[in-house]
């Protein structure tokens, strides 16, 4: 006590200045000391028990934890939060939370009788607002910011906890993975190539489908699949052997279309495919690999930014390069007579229109072959991808992209065969379920030996109420009856099998009567095809004489334009001559009329001379007589 009261005395009475003086560093110093220990202790104390994550949005732990804290009863519950109607995450998945605002009254499905879908109101906690959620025996502080670069922004998650170790985080994460991956098992991710940051974007997130959707020759299926896995299972195989672990596909033919159709009788979705890209999208939701699209003829394409962009793909994923043939070309046709180059009418277009296209084309793709080449299997391509190309015409291919080792397998989409059309038929128009069957029934294809049963596992059931025009549930053998009187009125590889699915959808309704109708509609096809030919023929004529008159009024142009060039000239030419000659004929002259005046200098007649000179040099005659 005495010895605080003497500390404090220099606030008291009267003292020695030099004594209070060290009294009061004294006291300073010990205030700093204390301060700074504290400071030291506290961060030690944080340092040793409290742990901090960040989750960039940039990167995939972000959506599992975001989709892992939406069903936290406490998420919904924040003081202080934003509403929203876009509670659809990044990546297709509803994020609902406990505290989000559902209507009482109205349909169960969310869908309103004009066919809009009624919008659900989301609680979102708000951005930079700490929130704290109790997680086996730990408290979980949470902040949720958002950054801002160069290039754009992207938010962060900020997870701090008191422990010891990281082992609570590890826990975390994997909950949150195992909960994003058992609600994502249903979709198949899509990322689009972006050439502006030379990145990929999330582009969607699209339902799986079966593999047994997919109407196809028998054997082209099982095929693909069963290359694709063992592909995906033969890495260590191709690292012993040094080859590199890349698979190519080459799918080319026909255009296909995909449909979507429902079996009202057991509220089941089936997709009925033929298309290239129908396939691949098949293929990803079978072997559960995301897609990634690249557009060849994107603007601000070219050989660097194609290689950044395979750098930064994953090692298992579908890389996917539509229409391969119009990769180097703007604006090219892609029926069966294009060779991929410009046509003649763009030659011959007004200047005006040729620069504009010029600019246009300055602006697109600057991609070449070589860069795709190097991209594809150079030293710096990546590896563990599944490399699927598409194309309608593989003649235009060049020999060099098309070979083994950058496409390994060929596969060839035809016009619809009697089989696929008998498939087809019998997924628009399902037979009516057994009595005794206790599971839904499936849409069934033309059987054949060894095919196995379609497997309905990972797929999503989607809830509806039946539609207002559904199709009558027919007897097994009557629907069995009808698809072979289909496909046997089919002609056999002519007619495309998007032709057959815009007929069936006509008449979905009316599966009798389809069958009845179809004569008279292939006949109806051949005529419209010949019509169609017919007045492409008569266009491309027309064209073609247009062009032909063009070029020869251009030409004459020309050549008028060079005689005229010519005539001028010569006339040009003789003018000069005539000039010259002039000039000649008047210094002659001048010359004589100076010898004169020195013959008649002093007389009458020197006079006279002497006017002619002045005449003669005042048209400014280079030549001057001498004096």
């Known amino acids: 006590m005495e010895t605080f009261k003497n500390l404090l005395s220099p606030f008291g009475a009267p003292s020695n200045p030099l004594s209070d003086t060290l009294k009061l560093v004294v006291v300073g110093g010990t205030i700093e000391t204390a301060r700074r220990v504290s400071v030291s202790a506290w961060n030690g104390f944080i340092d040793s028990f409290f742990l901090t994550a960040h989750f960039s949005q940039e990167d995939y732990p972000y959506d599992w934890l975001m989709h892992w804290l939406a069903k936290q009863p406490a998420w919904g519950r924040s003081r ?16 609902s939370t406990t505290g989000d605002l559902d209507e009482e009254e109205g349909d169960g499905d969310g869908v309103m009788l004009s066919g809009r879908k009624k919008r659900r109101v989301a609680i979102v906690p708000s951005l930079d607002t700490t929130h704290t959620i109790y997680y086996r025996g730990h408290w979980l502080r949470i902040t949720r910011t958002k950054r801002f670069q160069d290039y754009g922004s992207y938010a962060e998650i900020k997870i701090c906890v008191v422990a010891r170790n990281n082992d609570i985080l590890k826990k975390l994460v994997l909950e949150a993975k195992r909960e994003y991956e058992k609600d994502a098992v249903h979709r198949v991710h899509i990322y689009m190539a972006d ?30 699949l069963a290359d694709c896995q063992d592909f995906l299972c033969s890495e260590e195989w191709y690292a012993e052997r040094g080859i590199p672990f890349r698979r190519g596909y080459l799918l080319h033919g026909v255009p296909g279309r995909q449909v979507t159709c429902r079996s009202e009788c057991r509220r089941w ?11 691949i999208h098949s293929l990803a939701g079978e072997l559960g690999l ?15 930014m194609l290689s950044t962009l395979m750098g930064n793909i994953p090692s298992r994923c579908i890389l996917l390069l539509e229409d391969l043939d119009a990769a180097f070309t703007r604006g090219v046709s ?19 229109s040729t620069a504009k296209t010029k600019d246009d084309s300055n602006d697109g793709s600057t991609l070449t072959l070589s860069g795709l080449l190097n991209s594809l299997d150079g030293v710096a391509a990546a590896e563990g991808r599944l490399l699927f190309a598409t194309t309608n015409h593989i003649e235009r291919l060049d020999p060099a992209l098309s070979r083994p080792g950058r496409m390994d397998v060929w596969i060839n989409f035809k016009h619809a065969s009697k089989w696929q059309a008998e498939g087809i038929f019998k997924c628009f128009f399902p037979a009516k379920p057994s009595p005794n069957s206790s599971l839904p029934p499936v849409a069934a294809s033309p059987a054949k030996p060894g095919d196995e049963a379609p497997s309905t596992e990972g797929l999503a059931v989607p ?23 289909f496909a046997d009125a089919i002609p056999e590889d002519e007619l495309s ?6 007929y069936l959808l006509r008449n979905k309704t009316r599966p009798r009567e389809c069958v009845d109708e179809v004569a008279a509609w292939i006949v109806q096809e051949r005529e419209t095809r010949a019509k169609l030919k017919k007045e492409k023929e008569e266009r491309e004529a027309k064209e073609k ?25 010569a006339v040009k030419e003789v003018s000069q001559k005539t000039r010259a000659h002039s000039a000649i004929a008047d210094t002659h002259d001048i010359v004589h009329c100076a010898e004169d005046r020195r013959k008649h200098r002093g007389t009458n007649i020197h006079m006279r001379l002497c006017d002619q000179y002045a005449h003669l040099t005042d048209f400014g005659h280079a030549v001057r007589c001498p004096r």
Do not use: C
């Open 80 to 95: 202080e939060f934003d509403i929203t109607t876009r509670s659809v995450g990044r990546h297709g998945l509803t994020q």
């Open 195 to 224: 050439t502006t940051y030379g990145g990929w974007r999330w582009n969607g997130a699209r339902q799986k489908r079966p593999m047994s959707s997919i109407v196809l020759e028998p054997g082209v299926k099982d095929m693909i």
């Open 269 to 279: 979705l089936i997709s009925v495919r033929s298309g290239k890209t129908s396939l």
């Open 290 to 304: 995301d897609i990634y699209v690249i557009s060849l003829s994107a603007k601000g394409m070219s050989d660097n």
């Open 334 to 352: 892609r029926d069966d007579s294009s060779t991929g180059a410009p046509t003649s009418s763009t030659s011959t277009s007004s200047s005006t």
């Open 463 to 485: 809830k509806r109420k039946n539609a207002a025009h559904a199709a009558p549930l027919l007897s097994e053998e009557e629907i069995s009856d009808l698809a072979k009187r």
């Open 497 to 502: 099998v998007a032709a057959l699915q815009g």
């Open 545 to 569: 004489k247009e062009a032909q008159e063009a070029e020869e009024k251009t030409k004459k142009e020309a050549e008028e334009t060079a005689k005229k060039e010519a005539d001028e000239k």
